[in-house]
């Protein structure tokens, strides 16, 4: 399995101001994917970041709120832009397997709330 | 969009006691995974299953690739007091490549708590 570092932990921030969330993985992989776990619920995919092209966001999530970078094959960032309460959540960074079986990995998180 | 409900929202057992708990969805899954997250961690993969039908076991931990592929459980024998967390399915399918690059719907998770 690949080790996945996520920075920061966790952060406090004031409404208004953005934050980047940085993934680094232990091994090249094709597909980085960052996830939200609001409060008390499951994990939602933001997007799907390949390096080299822009990210592929789901429904609900847009590239001006969330922009992710893909600089190469073992890190990304996601920003969280102007900030408001509602996005205090856990942002998670996920990889897909090496050998490309369907498994997928999960850094520890970013916890982030919003004041 | 794809949903998987999964049951029990929560659980209270007793050390020792087994525990199940599973999946449904409304449509087919090429992949089931099991993934348990402790508080301030991301999840961790417990088990992965690829075919239908398919029983894998983990240690304590069984899980099922249900015929129809629409669903999937989970068990858990002889539970102990560190198996307490969340527990998540999470649902993949393959796109026309044949390959999934790990995009996965998850269930709402099964919050377990094990009595000494």
Avoid at chain 1, 52 to 67: C, L, M, N, Q, W
Avoid at chain 2, 58 to 84: C, E, H, M, W, Y
């Amino acid at each position: 399995s690949a080790v996945i570092s996520q920075k920061p932990s966790r952060d406090i921030c004031q409404r208004g101001t953005s934050l980047t969330i940085q993934c680094q993985v232990d091994s090249q992989v094709t597909m980085m994917f960052w996830y939200r776990q609001q409060p008390g619920q499951s994990l939602t995919l933001i997007a799907t970041a390949n390096q080299g092209s822009e990210a592929t966001y789901e429904s609900g999530f847009v590239i001006d709120k969330f922009p992710i970078s893909r600089p190469n094959l073992t890190f990304s960032t996601l920003t969280v832009s102007n900030m408001s309460p509602e996005d205090s959540s856990i942002y998670l960074c996920s990889v897909e397997s090496v050998g490309g079986q369907t498994e997928a990995f999960f850094g520890q998180g970013t916890r982030l709330t919003v004041v | 969009g794809q949903q998987l409900n999964q049951s029990p929202q929560s659980m209270f057992i007793q050390e020792g006691e087994d525990v199940s708990m599973n999946c449904t969805s409304s449509s087919i899954f090429n992949t089931w995974l099991w993934y348990k997250q402790d508080p301030g961690e991301g999840p961790v993969l417990l088990i992965a299953l690829y075919k239908a039908g398919e029983l894998t076991s983990n240690g304590r931990l069984t899980a099922q690739f249900g015929i129809t592929r629409k669903d999937s459980f989970l068990n858990i024998s002889a539970s102990i007091p560190s198996d307490v967390g969340i527990y998540f399915c999470a649902g993949c399918t393959l796109n026309a490549g044949g390959t999934s690059y790990g995009k996965l719907t998850f269930g709402q998770g099964t919050i377990l708590t094990v009595h000494p």
